[in-house]
Every structure is written in structure tokens, then in C-alpha cells.
């Protein structure tokens, strides 16, 4: 059974679009990530949600909107899509308080904007 | 200067040899140290989660953290092809959800048969 799940898996898409991608973890974890990886594989922190409250947000540009209907869900809207967005989106999940460097992550969203 | 420095590699190595993979850091906050690893198209996974300076050992591998220098390093013995992945060193200054990971770029580790 998949702990951390997202989908889709890969989407390709042109630029001025919006885009969801959708993250769901089974492990009773409360806290919540988004991370993107570029192409030289380098992981920056985008969001992160405990108990559906944001606690961590980095410079992202607006057009990013997570959102978390419950502790085991946590979403991502990218509206008007640009070339700079292509990258592998990875959601993860942790206990936050006392284990927030045990990550487990999802098996990646790889975004493609033409 | 990145806060977290890794060689990127790519690091080729046979079967059966010790791989030795490092980070340094510029912050001195900095009291938790993980590695994970990360295969082809997969999500990073943990493999070693440490605390301020020391050792850690868990079968072969062995974490070691020096935070006089700022370094980190993780050794894998007996490497074998399954160890062939990106290893990316990570680092927080708290325990806590509200804090966020620093990672390093990776460094891509292939092991010759």
C-alpha cells in the first residue's frame, strides 16, 4: 500500500495554463511538503503544511497555491503555466514535531511546460 | 555560496569498494544531519538520520558528522549495484516541522559489476 501517493505522474502542458497536482499520504503523518527538483537535481522546499495550517512558505511566486483539505491531503495549483515551471514536483509527509528529517516522499509529479 | 556544498560527481566505483560521500555547510544552526538516497525517477529516500557530531552506524552504512568543520560524510562499505543512485546530504537546525531542510545538489554514485 503507497504511503505517499500523487498524481499524476507526469504532465505536459503549454505555457499560460493551470495545472493541479494532487498528493495523499496514508502514514497518519501531520505534517506535509512540496518540493521541486530541478534539472541538476537540487531539492528546494516550496511549502509546508501542518495539520492544514501553512507553517513553512518560501519564495514562491503567487501563481503557486497549495492547499490542504485534511491533514492527509495536500494539493498544488500552478496557474498560467511558464517555461521556468518544468521541473519534478515531490510531495512529502513527516511526523513535524520530533521527526521532521524523516521525510518520506511521493514518487515525484514530472511537469513539462512547452 | 549555497549553504550546503556537494560534489555532484558523478562517482564510478567496483563492486565491493568503500565509496566515501561528503557535504559541507556554512551554517552553524545546523544540529540535524540526514542522508537519503535517491534512485532514477524515484522519490528520495532516508538513510541515515544523525544528531550534532559523531557516528552512526547502520549495517554498512556509516554516517560520520564533524561539526568543528562544518563536514559531513557517509561511507558505504562493500558497495554493491544496488547502491548505484544520487545520495543527497540534508541538514536542519531543529527537530521540528516548521523547520525546513537544507539539502546539497546530490551526488550520483554508480557501482561497476
Known amino acids: 500500500d503507497t504511503a505517499v501517493s500523487q498524481t499524476p505522474k507526469y504532465l505536459v502542458t503549454q505555457m499560460g495554463n493551470d495545472k493541479s497536482i494532487k498528493c495523499e499520504q496514508n502514514l497518519g503523518h501531520d505534517t506535509m511538503y512540496w518540493y521541486k527538483q530541478d534539472s541538476k537535481k537540487f531539492l528546494k522546499i516550496m511549502f509546508s503544511?501542518?495539520?492544514?495550517?501553512?507553517?513553512i512558505n518560501e519564495t514562491v511566486p503567487n501563481r503557486f497555491s497549495p492547499k490542504s483539505p485534511d491533514k492527509a491531503h495536500l494539493n498544488l495549483h500552478i496557474n498560467s503555466l511558464e517555461l521556468g515551471d518544468s521541473a519534478v514536483y515531490f510531495c512529502?509527509?513527516?511526523?513535524?514535531?520530533?521527526?521532521?528529517?524523516?521525510?518520506?516522499f511521493g514518487p515525484g509529479t514530472r511537469l513539462t511546460v512547452t | 555560496q549555497k549553504e550546503v556544498e556537494q560534489d555532484p560527481g558523478p562517482l564510478s566505483v567496483p563492486e565491493g569498494a568503500i565509496v566515501s560521500l561528503n557535504c559541507t555547510y556554512s551554517n552553524s544552526a545546523f544540529q540535524y544531519f540526514m542522508w537519503y538516497r535517491q534512485y532514477s525517477r524515484k522519490g528520495p529516500e532516508l538513510l541515515m538520520y544523525?544528531?550534532?557530531?559523531g557516528n552512526k552506524e547502520d549495517g554498512r552504512f556509516t554516517a560520520q558528522v564533524d561539526k568543528s568543520s562544518k563536514y559531513i560524510s557517509l561511507f558505504i562499505r562493500d558497495s554493491q549495484p544496488s547502491d548505484s543512485a544520487t545520495y543527497l546530504c540534508?541538514?536542519?537546525?531543529?527537530?521540528?516541522?516548521?523547520?525546513?531542510?537544507?539539502f546539497g545538489t546530490g551526488t550520483r554514485l554508480t557501482i561497476i559489476p
Open positions: 503544511y501542518n495539520n492544514k495550517e501553512l507553517i
Open positions: 512529502a509527509s513527516s511526523h513535524g514535531s520530533g521527526d521532521a528529517g524523516e521525510q518520506y
Open positions: 540534508a541538514m536542519s537546525g531543529s527537530n521540528f516541522g516548521n523547520e525546513k531542510l537544507t
Open positions: 544523525t544528531y550534532s557530531s
